[in-house]
Nanobody, 130 residues
Framework: QVHLVESGGGMVQAGGSLRLSCVVT????????MAWFRQGPGKEREFVAA????????YYTDSVKDRFTITRDNAKATVYLQMNNLIPEDTAVYYC???????????????????????WGQGTQVTVSS
């Protein structure tokens, strides 16, 4: 059984940084698409960033480009989300997700769809104060 456990959330002032971690057990991550989603207060869950299962392709939602970076350490079975220059609008519960399917071609519509992911963590709260 696959388990994803996030950590690293917290409270930070605007302009600050946090690094989220997602430790995966039960399945190697080196050949899976891994992603981060978030859900802010009163909002639907939204895509943040993904690392495509093939190669080193990554994709970000526009609002976090140049501020957030997704990385992975296959040996540690851990995915990270480095978040810099945080703004209050980044306040949300952040979720790590894994997709075990292997589509041949990268599609933005695929990696950004929460329904395509098989396993989810419990989430970690990020709060950014102004």
């Amino acid at each position: 059984q696959v388990h994803l456990v996030e950590s690293g959330g917290g409270m930070v002032q605007a302009g600050g940084s946090l690094r989220l971690s997602c430790v995966v057990t039960g399945r190697p991550i080196n050949s899976q698409t891994m992603a981060w989603f978030r859900q802010g207060p009163g909002k639907e869950r939204e895509f943040v960033a993904a690392w495509w299962w093939r190669g080193t392709t990554t994709y970000y939602t526009d609002s976090v480009k140049d501020r957030f970076t997704i990385t992975r350490d296959n040996a540690k079975a851990t995915v990270y989300l480095q978040m810099n220059n945080l703004i209050p609008e980044d306040t949300a519960v952040y979720y790590c997700a894994m997709d075990t399917e292997h589509p041949i071609n990268f599609r933005r519509s695929y990696v950004t769809a929460a329904g395509e992911y098989d396993s989810w963590g419990q989430g970690t709260q990020v709060t950014v104060s102004s």
